[in-house]
């Protein structure tokens, strides 16, 4: 006799509804706050990585589609409690006009959506992906504020110790750099937190893609922090030194942008240096210990 299966529909297509639901709730409450977040791209230069940092995430999980597709769908309730906390954020930030509650619950959002619809190996295979999103997000103001005020101070002064020491004459006065032909003001915009936040965002992306040891990373993320610094003041010093000498024939803001680029250039090779060395290193005890383990 014929046996009638009544076994339940494939998970997959209960994964698709749930993607496509959750997909248009997305668009519904975020298109304007992505709308909001392209602007301040497009008008701030301290945020303008921001149109690269979503694409990254995607190539990101794209890079990790075999890993993913291995892996079985299991929903996780946990993700409920994620998804909580999302409403909270999104309903502080909507209602009291916090626009930092309103963007960070983006992330809560998609971490929720993933661990509730796919479970918890496929939400940990996604973290970083959803995580490096905060890159580019704006840094909030009393932060942002209290930040660059200091870093302003610091570089204008590091940079004239440097400059005083090449025996150039110049004074400086708070973050003014008097030059016997020229003054430098050093605005907030070159306090060095683009930098800052580009090259920590690269540093962990490189610490990603190249290292293994969560300690190594972190390691990694850490010495991003002095070599963005040093960028600028090397960058303000530069500027100085060309200004003063080539004032007539140059303009500060072009040696500005090509200052700019040499030091991320710079800092990039740094960070890639870094890796090599903690992978060399890594290797080397490698082979220490299979020695010693014969």
């Known amino acids: 006799m014929a046996q009638v299966s009544c076994s339940r529909p494939p998970r997959s297509k209960e994964f698709a509804l749930y993607f496509l639901i959750f997909s248009a709730l997305f668009i519904l409450l975020y298109h304007q706050t992505i709308r909001e977040l392209i602007t301040v791209w497009s008008r701030e230069e301290d945020y303008g990585h921001g149109f690269l940092i979503f694409p990254i995430s995607l190539y990101l999980v794209w890079h990790k589609r075999g890993s993913l597709f291995d892996k079985p769908a299991r929903p996780d309730s946990l993700g409920l409690v994620l998804l909580s906390l999302w409403a909270l954020l999104y309903l502080a930030g909507t209602g009291a006009e916090i626009s930092t509650f309103e963007n960070s619950s983006i992330v809560v959002f998609l971490l929720g959506v993933i661990l509730f619809i796919a479970g918890r190996d496929i939400a940990k295979t996604l973290l970083f992906p959803v995580l490096f999103l905060i890159f580019m997000l704006p840094v909030p103001s009393e932060v942002y504020t209290s930040l660059t005020n200091p870093l302003v101070l610091l570089t204008t002064t590091c940079s004239v110790h440097i400059l005083q020491l090449f025996e150039v004459p110049v004074l400086q006065e708070g973050n003014l750099i008097n030059l016997p032909n020229c003054s ?70 072009r040696l500005h942008a090509i200052a700019g680029l040499s030091i991320f250039a710079v800092s990039f090779v740094c960070l890639l240096s870094l890796c090599l060395i903690i992978l060399w290193i890594e290797r080397k005890r490698m082979q220490y210990l299979s020695w010693f383990l014969r």
Do not use: D, H, K, W
């Not at 893609?209 to 960058?235: A, H, M, T």
């Open 184 to 253: 430098m003001e050093i605005i907030l915009a070159c306090s060095g937190m683009r930098s800052l936040i580009s090259i920590m965002a690269l540093a962990l992306l490189m610490g990603y893609i190249f290292l293994s040891s969560n300690v190594e990373r972190l390691v990694l993320l850490l010495f991003s922090v002095p070599v963005s610094l040093l960028g600028n003041i090397f960058r303000i010093t530069a500027t100085g030194f060309c200004t003063y000498y080539f004032s007539s024939y140059i303009s500060q803001s």
